[in-house]
Structures are given as C-alpha cells and as structure tokens.
C-alpha cells in the first residue's frame, strides 16, 4: 500500500476488510515522514515506538469485530492539543511521552497529565496519532514562522511559508505525510494554510467540537476543525471530532449527522452568495480568478450567483486584532514560572516579581509579547469602553451582516487568503501586512460560523505553481450544506490530484 496516494477513508476501509493493517500502514507513514518532514519541518514530534503500539491496539481491535470508522488512519496533531498517559485502555500509562509546546520556549518541557477530548476521541475511533505538529507560538501568526522549532516550509516551494498558524498540520498533509491531522482556528489558522497548502481546511462552528485539551488561545475564538485531502476525508474526521463534552462548558448539546454519507447528494437550487468585498483592494488577481472559477463551476453545476454585502470585512479585522489579544492576555497570564512552564533562575534579593518577569520574558517570543501587550493595554482602565467595549459592538455587527447575507443564500463564497503562499521572511518584521492575511477569515470566527476551505487550482508566480483555495461559509450549526457545497465544488473542478516535488 503506498499511503501517500490513499485517501483516509481508502484507508480505514482497507484496514477494516483486513486487506492491510493498521501496523503497515503506520509503519509505511512513519518512513514517509523521516524521509520527507526534514524538508519542510512540519513534525515537532514523532511517536516511533508508541505509535506502533497503538496501530497494534487497532489490529487488536478490528480481530475483536469493531467497526472502527478511522480504523488505522494515521493522524497528526496541532501542537497546542495535550496528550497524555490515558490514551487507550484504562490504566495504561504507556502514553505517547510527547510534549504539548506550543511551540513556545515557556513550554518547552511540558507533558500533560491529561488529553484532549478531540485527540481521545481519534483514538476510540481507530485513528492512529503518529506525531504532533509545528505552528506559530499559541497560535498566534499566519505564517508558522513564529515557533521555536523554526518555519514550516510549504511543500509546493520550500522558500514559502506554509500559512499559520496550523502551518505544520496543513503542509504535513499536503506533503501526504498523513491523510488527516487536526489545527485549530481562531481567526483563519485552518482555512489560510489549507489554502496555501492546498487541502481542505474545516472550521466547525463554535461550540460543534470540544476544546478540552486546547491550549487556549482567544477562548470566545478557538475551534478545533480537520485537515484533509479531500472533503470526503473532512467530513468523515468531523463526525468523528464533534458532539456534546462535558468536560468543555462552550460545548454544543447538538447531534451530529452523518455528512459523509450525504456528500454525494447535491444541494438542489444551490444560493451562491459572493460578497462585493470578495474582489476587493489587496486581492490579489490570480485569487480572483480563482473565485471566479469556482463561482463558474458551481453555477455549472446548478447553483445561483447572488450578490451579497458583507460590509465590515475591514472593520472584523480590526475589531478581532482587539478581541483576540485582550482574551489572549488574560489566558496566558497563567503561564508566570510557579505552577508549571520554564521557570527563571533568580539573582540575590529578587523575589515574586521578578520571578513573572523574567520567566515571561524569557519564555514568550515576540509576537506572543506584541499581542500580550496590546491585549492588556485595550483591557485597562480608561481604554476598555473605548477599545474593547466598541470592538465587541462591532463583532455583534459583524453578526447581523451574516445573516443578512444568509437571507439572500445558502452558503457564502469567497477566498480564503487574499494571494497564494509568501516567502518565508516576507512579512515577518511588517505585522500589519502579516495580519491583514485574514481578513476573509477572522469574520466567520467572530461570528462563530463554519467554514471550510476547497483548493480551487493553481497559480504560477516565479516558475513554480502554488496553490489557491476558495472558502464556503454557512450558518451555524450547517456543516451539511456547507461540505455538501464543498463536494460539489470539488467534483465541479475536477481537479487532477497533484502531489509536489518537495527539494
């Protein structure tokens, strides 16, 4: 089996009918990424020897008559998901032995003692978790540059970022290191590196995936959502990801449908919504094409063009570069150097004080500082009306605009990044330019509505070809529209499946 050309859902069907196991599969995985991650520096960790044992404990399992949906399916995680000793049978203590960074130097170190409900939940369902993946510190850029682990190279051109900060999960598949991984997004980490990477990107809607486990980030903002090849393998890993968690307070009480059973089902009379901001200023025209070819071939497949108004695109980005740092500087204010983290060495007569100052200065990297910063400062007494109080105005405007534009259609379509992979260094020291790479994703966040990421082809731009996706949005709790959409868009483009030549 080469399982760089198998699909997840090839997979763990093949798996399940004993034509190949579980230990083949993770094993032919594993070569894959020793070979191929010093490249592009998606992995951070590799689970050799515990990886092994637990495609063992599949093969187990599927002996035993267990109809697992991701029977085998080699699977990696963000590196801001916690994984600890508890993952198979009760009382095994084996665990994975592998760190949860965050790519951050203040947590260089750390092993929790617990797991995230989403990781746990791969596991009951056959998947196989082989590594963890690089992303920029706490999740905060758009690049995976800000790590301390070093960029993550996008597999289409090693001279360009893969897009963050889920940039490790979505160059890891598209390299065919693994079928499915898992990012998380809170302002666009899902869909912005599935598009420069180009995979499918799904980010539920708030509250359909638990985010026990998640090392909080903005936590108003944070969703856990898949990273596939395909949308059939999107889809198949969203159900098993999504359901009501105790354990997470923001969990939705909400069924989840079977959408990958009905992917092949169109959406009759499809309402195809594109924003007038969609071919706005700072799109680049090679994006544009692209949305263009995808509004064309949706329409050839029986949708209707709508145009809609989403009028505070600007204004999102504006008011999420407030929400998100005011929420990040109250969750990371935990990480001070005495309970757990990197702890400072003290000087003679230093005390509390500088043992916060010097194990946060030393552990956070600069972007994680710049953000802190700017979330304490908008929090703080005589800017917080001014500030934060009038951000979370216009994040409930944002809102209405939504659904508005839902009134006139079924699904909103419109890029997911406004041009094609950067150079790495590119936008590094110009913050704002490195920002504005989500102005068409922070929106649905702050809306707390799903969307997914389709690639939509290529472009050429100084003799390579890198990818380009668009983005389907939907109304909350519609996953079913929204990958039925997405299925239709990928069988409308028909898209010959491209592997690249990584140097």
């Given at each position: 089996?080469?399982?760089a ?5 090839e ?9 190949a196991?579980?230990?083949q ?35 187990a399992?599927?002996?035993k008559?267990e ?17 600890g ?30 797991t995230?409900?989403a ?9 196989v978790i082989?590594?963890?993946?690089n992303l ?5 850029g ?9 960029p ?13 900060s ?25 869909r ?6 180009g ?11 638990s ?17 596939g090849?395909t ?11 999504c ?10 009480p ?24 969609a071919?706005?200023a ?8 692209a949305?263009?070819?995808?509004v ?13 108004d ?48 010097k194990?946060?200065?030393?552990g ?22 001014a ?7 216009v ?7 939504f ?26 020291n ?17 809306a707390g ?5 389709v ?49």
């Amino acid at each position: 089996m080469k399982v760089a050309a198998r699909s997840a859902g090839e997979i763990a069907m093949a798996v399940r009918s004993r034509s190949a196991t579980a230990t083949q599969v993770v094993s032919l995985t594993l070569d894959r990424i020793e070979a191929v991650n010093p490249a592009i520096n998606a992995f951070v960790d590799i689970f050799k020897a515990r990886a092994m044992s637990a495609a063992e404990d599949v093969d187990a399992r599927i002996a035993k008559g267990e109809n697992l949906p991701l029977a085998g399916v080699p699977v990696a995680l963000k590196d801001n998901m916690c994984l600890g000793p508890d993952l198979h049978a009760p009382g095994d203590t084996r665990g994975y032995g592998g760190r949860t960074t965050c790519a951050s130097r203040i947590l260089e170190n750390y092993r929790s003692p617990f797991t995230a409900t989403a990781a746990q939940r791969l596991i009951e369902a056959g998947a196989v978790i082989v590594g963890k993946t690089n992303l920029d510190e706490f999740a905060m850029g758009s690049s995976t540059e800000w790590s301390i682990f070093g960029p993550t190279r996008n597999p289409w051109d090693t001279e360009r970022v893969a897009g963050g900060s889920s940039g490790g999960s979505a160059a890891a598949v598209a390299a065919g290191l693994v079928p499915l991984a898992l990012g998380s997004d809170t302002g666009g980490s899902i869909r912005q590196p599935a598009s420069h990477c180009g995979v499918v990107g799904v980010k539920p809607t708030y509250g359909r995936v638990s985010r026990y486990g998640l090392a909080a980030f903005a936590s108003s903002l944070d969703q856990i959502g898949p990273m596939g090849a395909t949308v059939a393998d999107a889809a198949l890993a969203l159900e098993v990801l999504c359901g009501h968690d105790p354990l997470d307070s923001t969990s939705a009480p909400r069924a989840v449908p079977a959408w990958s059973a009905e992917l092949g089902r169109p959406v009759e009379a499809l309402r195809l919504g594109v924003p007038k901001q969609a071919r706005g200023a700072g799109v680049q025209p090679e994006v544009t094409a692209a949305l263009d070819r995808a509004v064309e071939a949706l329409r050839g497949a029986g949708g209707k063009f709508v145009e809609v108004d989403l009028p505070l695109t600007d204004e999102g980005i504006a008011a999420y570069y407030i929400i998100a740092p005011a929420e990040a500087s109250s969750n990371l204010a935990r990480f001070d150097g005495v309970r757990y983290g990197r702890r400072a060495a003290l000087g003679p007569g230093e005390g509390l004080f500088e043992l916060y100052c010097k194990s946060r200065g030393e552990g956070f990297g600069d972007e994680v500082r710049r953000r802190i910063m700017l979330g304490t400062h908008v929090l703080s007494a005589g800017y917080h009306d001014a500030y934060y109080t009038t951000a979370q105005k216009v994040r409930r405007r944002v809102l209405d605009d939504f659904s508005r534009a839902f009134a006139a259609c079924d699904v909103i379509v419109m890029p997911a990044a406004p041009g094609p992979a950067f150079g790495i260094g590119e936008k590094l020291n110009d913050p704002l330019a490195m920002y504005l790479e989500d102005v068409f994703t922070v929106g649905v966040n702050l809306a707390g509505l799903p969307g997914v990421t389709v690639p939509a082809g290529f472009v050429s731009e100084a003799g390579r070809d890198l990818p380009v996706g668009v983005q389907i949005i939907a109304p909350a709790f519609e996953e079913g529209v929204m990958l039925r959409a997405a299925a239709m868009l990928e069988r409308a483009l028909a898209l010959p499946r491209r592997n690249p030549v990584i140097s």
